[in-house]
């Protein structure tokens, strides 16, 4: 199954509509939790930080991720205090409502360390059919982009929608890479198939942001594999929610492979990611899930 928006030009495989009530409340509890991480993050910005690494020396992870996360999960869970709770710096909680919150604390600590703006806090609510919503922050300029399943997208509550860019030769991609040698070394290889064929190849360092390109539209297409879920869960959502397709593929119980991109270059780019062998293990069709 290929996930889909079921906005013009798409895909109507679209999944069930979050109800109104539900959605309106998850989502506002999802924007204070990223508020208020964001607000935490950009106060600890200039200070000394503790750093230490966790699958490779160039996989970093702060004292501040960890902070982030207690604020998100407190926030959360102070507000719905049966529901699941899944965090990238390792705290889990089982609920009992059928709704789990993905969250990423500190989408792009490189970047938060290395003084770049681009980073950001990424909450999503799923349920058993996938993200529910998601609230993306880049607490830098305050910006948030936000979604519903079955309503719509929007950033500072404006109503986004992906571009409709007609050929993958006048596509702006973005790309993501593993923090592991071996497996960039595959990427890189692959992407040397991809940038012949687009306009512009870039990477930025933040999953969530970048996927929040594609649905406001400065961005056509972005890629990346192997990636976890937190860092995709709001973002993927977003993104499809804003008339992009999006095929995320299960690697293990936390590892994805994602592609979004605009409706009319989605099987074009699929198709030349696959050519790779990276691509052909990395992105295949019989795996696609929501979450």
Request: hydrophobic fraction near 45%.
């Amino acid at each position: 199954m290929t996930l889909s928006s079921a906005k013009p030009g798409a895909a109507t495989d679209a999944l069930p509509a979050a109800p109104a009530s539900l959605g309106s409340e998850l989502l506002g509890i999802a924007r204070r939790a990223a508020q208020a991480a964001g607000a935490e993050l950009l106060a600890r910005a200039d200070q000394p930080h503790r750093v230490s690494t966790k699958s490779s020396p160039t996989d970093l992870v702060s004292e501040a991720d960890s902070v982030a996360e207690t604020v998100i999960r407190e926030t959360l869970l102070g507000a719905r205090p049966d529901d699941g709770f899944v965090g990238e710096e390792g705290s889990r909680d089982g609920g009992s409502t059928g709704i789990t919150w993905v969250v990423d604390p500190l989408d792009g600590t490189v970047n938060y360390l290395f003084g770049d703006r681009e980073w950001s806090v990424s909450i999503a609510a799923v349920d058993a059919d996938g993200p529910l919503v998601g609230a993306v922050i880049e607490p830098v300029t305050g910006r948030m982009w936000t979604g519903i399943r079955g309503e719509g997208a929007w950033r500072d509550d404006v109503e986004i929608s992906a571009r409709r860019t007609p050929e993958l030769a006048d596509a702006m991609v973005l790309a993501g890479l593993s923090y592991d040698a071996a497996q960039r070394r595959r990427q890189m290889e692959m992407f040397t198939d991809v940038a012949p064929g687009v306009r512009d190849l870039r990477r930025h360092g933040s999953a969530a942001l970048e996927l929040c390109r594609v649905a406001e539209g400065t961005a056509d297409a972005y890629v990346e594999s192997p990636i976890f879920r937190w860092d995709i869960a709001a973002g993927a959502l977003i993104a499809r929610e804003a008339g992009a397709r999006v095929h995320v593929t299960h690697l293990d119980e936390v590892r994805r492979s994602v592609l979004a991109a605009t409706p009319f270059i989605f099987e074009e780019l699929l198709m030349l990611l696959q050519t790779s062998d990276f691509g052909a293990e990395f992105f295949n069709v019989e795996q696609v899930n929501p979450q």
